[in-house]
């Protein structure tokens, strides 16, 4: 039976605040039991959450943007290997039941609009007034903004249970 | 020698308003000898932009996210078929020297980030405060906010001639 | 610490000996601690390695061509969403520590090339005399045919340990 | 309405006949008014193929599996930019109406077998006999070997013409 996984999208590029949130995210995510998928790569978000998913016991799949394994975080258990640079955001989170946004920049601004374009749900921390309005204004029931780790894990939650937060 | 390329990116569910702006700035990128490209779908601003592009005698080629041609707007010239889905947005804005965004929907805006992300000028038309706020504080230098197809021409031209606008 | 991944790859529409081959070498695969990767629909060689890495009690990844997992064999643990069709096929290969052709077909055949385009080893079983001519003229060090799923481990665990086969 | 497209899939190592048969193909495909699709890069059948059209007066189009265009051919007129490395080459296949594969390597024997996944014909030139004999294995009514540029070309105008070649 296919197991849950969620996505945790942010970027290489993070603040110390930012890092401990995806650090807590990834142990969260894995005490859940839960899959964790990451772009894969070992900088800012994506090395933060990892590393709190092993610290919790969890599996972590790491999708890579590269030809090889050489950018690989290692705190990922299994990387698929695309060879397609940003396009593999997409496969992130089309492969993610649910994708949470940690912090924000171009790659990860990418991956919140090409999940609600393929109608998942996306949590959203550490994002600016003007995100949370403009991706309210994409998808304003698929968009939700939250502001702990906790809260994410309880939409989460919600969404696996419902396909709909409340 | 490699002719230039630009794309207008736009959703297929457009406003009337952004349709009749699409379809100037394809007449207007046809009539500076620019191939336009665009998503390829017979929808919204892509059909518009072809519309217009064909008007002026241009050249326009489709990028088309399916398996086959079945969806193709008739007034695209060269289709290229990537069986990709969303991921062929990366493809588009690669494959433009410059981006033009008329218009919002998650598909724009993943475009929009996926160029940002490659170092790509974007000029942007119709869009909300929060999407101009929002796409600023992302890349500050290279998201630019113009109201008219006149104005984003001149962008475009000097973009191309300096790499850099004013 | 990345896990070994071994990517079994062969045609939905397999003969009995194919499948019976595939779910020993399921087997085989998961026996050694080493995760399964395949292609992910229910047909064929991929529904028949997933069956007998599970009865082995291994890890299964199944690298789907469609935007969702309506296809998605039931044997199959993580499923990864690409929505690109047969373009998946890079990143199944490209995702294998080594890869395994059970069967052929056009799928199978590209996935076959597209390895040792990368420089990959491929240890080809069930391959009829004119294919193991041809693949041994793309890459006479690099495809390797073998008689049974035993010798194909034995292979594989020569290439990982080596880089090379004897 | 859009144009027809064939497609020369070919090695970047290429023997001097090989080069001779593709720069003649390039010639006769831009001849009969069709646009001429390669791999894009400056190198063996992919040079040479874009070169023979650009004597012919042909329009060129390159789908390159880099990030940027620093290894596209100099004869390309229109460059897609895909940063998809070898996946691309299922894009080259699906957007071309006729895929004509002139010599051999892995990346030339995954666009034959992409092709003939897809359903397409394919025109096989300067290929083994072993070779000839694996893909007539494969798809037997789509995989046409013949010996010169002008059979080729034959070829292809019946299955523009038929769909289906006597």
Known sequence: MKKIV????????????????ARELG???????????????NSGVMTAANQGAKEAGGLTLGILPDRDDRHL???????????????????NVLSSDVVVACGMGPGTASEIALALKAGKFV???HLSRAGQEFFAQLAPEKAIAV????AAVDRIREILANGNPK
Chains 1, 2, 3, 4 share one sequence.
């Open 147 to 150: 502001d702990t780790p906790a």
């Open 27 to 41: 142990r969260c995510i894995a005490s859940q039991g839960w899959i964790l998928l990451t772009g894969g790569c």
């Open 123 to 125: 949590i959203l921390l």
């Open 6 to 21: 969620v996505g945790i999208m942010g970027p290489g590029n993070a603040s110390p605040l930012e890092v401990q949130t």
């Open 73 to 91: 975080c290692p705190h990922v258990d299994i990387a698929i290997v695309t060879d397609m640079g940003s396009a593999r955001n997409n496969i």
